[in-house]
């Protein structure tokens, strides 16, 4: 059942209770109304494969139609919406990849937020959990500016790309497995696509752990004969690939009862940035310029 709109919450006839539409000026949309979509399973191994670059990648997957359930969940909030957001438009689309293609960071998260990222269209952005991310990135010299609000707030990421193993914000944020597994090969891709100046992953939780490993054997990679356990901390050499960083996710339930702190998220932030040799000491550069 579709809930009601309070009556508090009714919008302006000025905004448009529908998904942001490719090509119509969402700030950041990397795809337009010539973007191929991928409907079905077989579609995003097919358009993942051939995403010609990272930019290219980011506008098919914002377009995925593949996961009916997902679809329906990310569309419905993003006509109904928040009381908070009622007077605003939502993205209500997957979520693409936010940071440079030439990054030697990669975060990997476990999915947008119903009303953080599917609300503002940037991965991480406009929920608690972004505010401690970012507030955590930019001390470690990986984020122009300390908080994250809307598309268009003018973040950028330095030397550092964050993604999702799920791009759809999902029921009670808990995606299947078969909808992690459907959306794998637009990880894959990343993964082949920032591979010549990838140097660290921090992986964002135990479901983006548990997504990562399969991914990065389909990239290529060699990996350990045995999985490493997920921990905050964990720490995994690849032979032939970037440093693995496991960092509890910054969850409401996690910052709340102190599983995990801002000096626990920074710790391992300046961990990746040092590993990429991205990080410079307090002052060396200014926030917002590239380290």
Not at 22 to 28: A, I, S
Not at 197 to 218: C, K, N, S, Y
Not at 239 to 266: I, K, W
């Amino acid at each position: 059942m579709t809930p009601a709109v309070e009556p508090e919450s009714v919008l302006p006839e000025s905004v448009v209770l529908e998904p942001a539409v490719p090509g119509t000026g969402w700030p950041g949309d990397p795809a337009t109304a010539a973007t191929p979509v991928a409907r079905t399973v077989r579609d995003v191994v097919r358009l993942a494969g051939t995403a010609a670059d990272a930019m290219d990648l980011d506008a098919r997957a914002s377009v995925c139609r593949a996961c009916p359930r997902l679809v329906a969940w990310r569309e419905e909030v993003a006509r109904v919406r928040r009381a908070a957001y009622a007077s605003q438009p939502y993205w209500g689309r997957p979520m693409p990849s936010f940071g440079p293609p030439d990054a030697r960071v990669l975060l990997v998260g476990l999915a947008p937020a119903a009303h953080g990222g599917n609300r503002t269209g940037r991965i991480f952005t406009g929920d608690r959990s972004g505010d401690w991310l970012f507030a955590a990135l930019h001390r470690a010299g990986l984020a122009a500016l300390p908080t994250s609000t809307s598309a268009g707030d003018g973040q950028r990421m330095l030397g550092t790309r964050i993604t999702a193993a799920v791009r759809c914000a999902p029921p009670a944020n808990k995606p299947t497995p078969d909808e992690r597994d459907a959306c794998q090969p637009w990880l894959v891709r990343e993964l082949n696509l920032v591979r010549p100046t990838l140097r660290t992953v921090v992986v964002l939780g135990g479901f983006a752990w548990q997504a990562l490993w399969p991914a990065l054997r389909a990239a290529g990679y060699v990996l350990p004969a045995r999985r490493p356990a997920f921990g905050h901390g964990a720490r995994v050499e690849l032979v032939d690939g970037p440093l693995l960083l496991g960092c509890y996710h910054p969850s409401q339930q996690n910052t709340f009862t102190g599983r995990v702190t801002a000096q626990m998220l920074e710790d391992v932030l300046l961990t990746a940035a040092r590993h990429a040799d991205l990080y410079q000491p307090a002052g060396a550069h200014q926030p917002g310029t590239a380290p």
